[in-house]
Nanobody, 124 residues
Framework: QVQVAESGGGLVQPGGSLRLSCVVS????????IGWFRQAPGKGREGISC????????DYTDSVKGRFTISRDIAKNTVYLQMNSMKPEDTAVYYC?????????????????WGKGAQVTVSS
């Protein structure tokens, strides 16, 4: 059974940094991808970044490129989202998700397994 659990949310000032962690377990194959999503109050869920577990290939949505970095620690089954230069509009509940996926790329749709979410608030 695949399990996904994120941690590391909190309150940060504009311009500050925060790192989210996501532990994924239960996949029987190396072919899967991990994605980070967020949902701001009154808005739909937005895919912001993903990483291929096998190749480490990554992708980002335009609103976070150059500010957020996704990475993985294979030994710890953990994916991180380092968030720098944060803005008030980054305030949202952040979700980690996982899905099986063949190939070398990652995608930001079709995810099957979700964490419970972590609140991130950017405010002075």
């Amino acid at each position: 059974q695949v399990q996904v659990a994120e941690s590391g949310g909190g309150l940060v000032q504009p311009g500050g940094s925060l790192r989210l962690s996501c532990v994924v377990s239960g996949f029987t194959s190396d072919y899967y991808t991990i994605g980070w999503f967020r949902q701001a109050p009154g808005k739909g869920r937005e895919g912001i970044s993903c990483i291929s577990s096998r190749t480490g290939n990554t992708d980002y949505t335009d609103s976070v490129k150059g500010r957020f970095t996704i990475s993985r620690d294979i030994a710890k089954n953990t994916v991180y989202l380092q968030m720098n230069s944060m803005k008030p509009e980054d305030t949202a509940v952040y979700y980690c998700a996982a899905r099986s996926l063949l190939g070398s790329r990652c995608v930001l749709d079709g995810y099957d397994y979700w964490g419970k979410g972590a609140q991130v608030t950017v405010s002075s």
